[in-house]
């Protein structure tokens, strides 16, 4: 059973509108990263927060944002969607040398 | 950069059989490497992972030894199950990319789907 809470699980949009995906960490895990899924693909690394600052990115553009709170619940932005934004959305969180425990995924589909 | 080779796939084999999916990889650190499993609609569960050369992770049956001459993280199971049936990635995380905390980011192979028949 995951630590990991994604919400929603899926998610509709539009071209062109905005997109809030929400992860909640267990206590005490001050690591979270974002990777996006494209159906049939391995993840591919978005960016990671450390103590609520970014200190990772991969090669995703600006319009994809990031927050992570005190509480160790974190956001994922995406502005002005775009068609191949269309994926599974995972989050991932860690302590120590436990390595990464993952969410279920937000499913997000942009028509 | 860091990158991860999967075999080619997918695989299909019936009950009882032995598996060994192939990977290999390329980092410029010391990285650890993990073995994830993924089933169908769900997220990624960690299946085994090494942090160091010659380490051998074990889980379900699963085994993986880090392989630092070949570069590879090969998985293998002696008798594969139905419920194996799943998606599997091998990945690495370089830690001298960690900034600060105890992993970096990970980086992925591009998965390899496992059909077991019964």
């Known amino acids: 059973e995951t630590g990991v809470t994604q919400s929603p699980t899926h998610l509709i949009k539009t071209r062109g509108q905005q997109v809030t995906l929400r992860c909640s960490s267990q206590?005490?895990?001050?690591?979270v990263s974002w990777y996006q899924q494209a159906l049939g693909q391995g993840p591919q690394f978005i960016f990671q927060?450390?103590?609520?600052?970014?200190?990772g990115r991969g090669n995703f553009p600006p319009r994809f944002s990031g927050l992570q709170f005190p509480n160790y619940s974190s956001e994922l932005n995406v502005n002005a969607l775009e068609l191949d934004d269309s994926a599974l959305y995972l989050c991932?969180?860690?302590?120590?040398?436990?390595?990464?425990?993952f969410g279920s995924g937000t499913r997000l589909t942009v028509v | 950069g860091d990158s991860v080779t999967q075999m080619e796939g997918p695989v299909t084999l019936s009950e009882e059989a032995c598996l060994t999916i192939?990977?290999?990889?390329?980092?410029?650190?010391?990285?650890?490497l993990f073995w994830y499993v993924q089933y169908p609609g769900e997220g990624l569960q960690l299946l085994l992972k090494?942090?160091?050369?010659?380490d051998k992770g074990s889980n379900k049956g699963f085994e993986a030894t880090y392989r630092k001459e070949t570069t590879s993280f090969h998985l293998e199971k002696g008798s594969v199950q139905v419920s194996d049936s799943a998606v599997y990635f091998c990945?690495?995380?370089?830690?001298?990319?960690?900034?600060?905390?105890?992993?970096?980011?990970?980086?992925f192979g591009q998965g390899t789907i496992l059909t077991v028949h019964p």
């Open positions: 192939n990977c290999t990889y390329t980092a410029t650190g010391y990285p650890s």
């Open positions: 090494a942090t160091k050369a010659d």
């Open positions: 990945a690495l995380s370089d830690a001298s990319n960690a900034g600060g905390t105890s992993y970096g980011k990970l980086t």
């Open positions: 927060y450390y103590r609520e600052e970014e200190n």
């Open positions: 206590s005490g895990h001050n690591t």
């Open positions: 991932a969180s860690s302590l120590l040398d436990y390595g990464y425990t």
